[in-house]
């Protein structure tokens, strides 16, 4: 999903926007790292993460329109799997990046 050598288009800013939107909400990202671990239904979900029902199946629903997440039956149960490795790339390139902004700003408070 990189930016073009050229100005994107109103509508693919738009698209950039909304999904970056999904990742801004911290319990979608941690409905991500726990299906990262495994596949989990709701009921695993809501005791890994104390959140209630009505806003775990919000947060997947969200993530399934994304791509990120799919679902299959198991019986009765339905399985939630965290369907992309872009969200660890995503969050891989954010962590090295924050980590380099933390060591210039420490190399500037050794230098004053």
């Given amino acids: 999903m990189a930016c073009p ?3 994107p ?11 970056f939107r999904i990742l801004s909400e911290p319990a979608r990202l941690q409905l991500l ?3 990262k671990q495994g596949p989990m239904d709701v009921a695993a979900l809501i005791e890994a993460t104390g959140f209630s029902q009505s ?3 919000r947060q997947l ?8 997440v799919r679902c299959e039956r198991d019986g009765v149960r339905t399985i ?11 969050c891989n390139l954010v ?4 980590k380099q ?6 190399a500037q408070l050794e230098a004053a």
């Fill in 5 to 7: 050598g050229t100005m």
């Fill in 9 to 19: 288009s109103p509508q693919l800013l738009e698209e950039y926007c909304q999904f």
């Fill in 33 to 35: 790292c726990q299906l």
């Fill in 55 to 57: 806003h775990i199946s």
């Fill in 61 to 68: 629903g969200q993530l399934q329109r994304a791509g990120l």
């Fill in 80 to 90: 939630w799997h965290a369907d992309s490795d872009l969200v660890d790339d995503l």
């Fill in 95 to 98: 962590q090295t990046r924050l």
């Fill in 101 to 106: 902004r933390l060591e210039a700003q420490l």
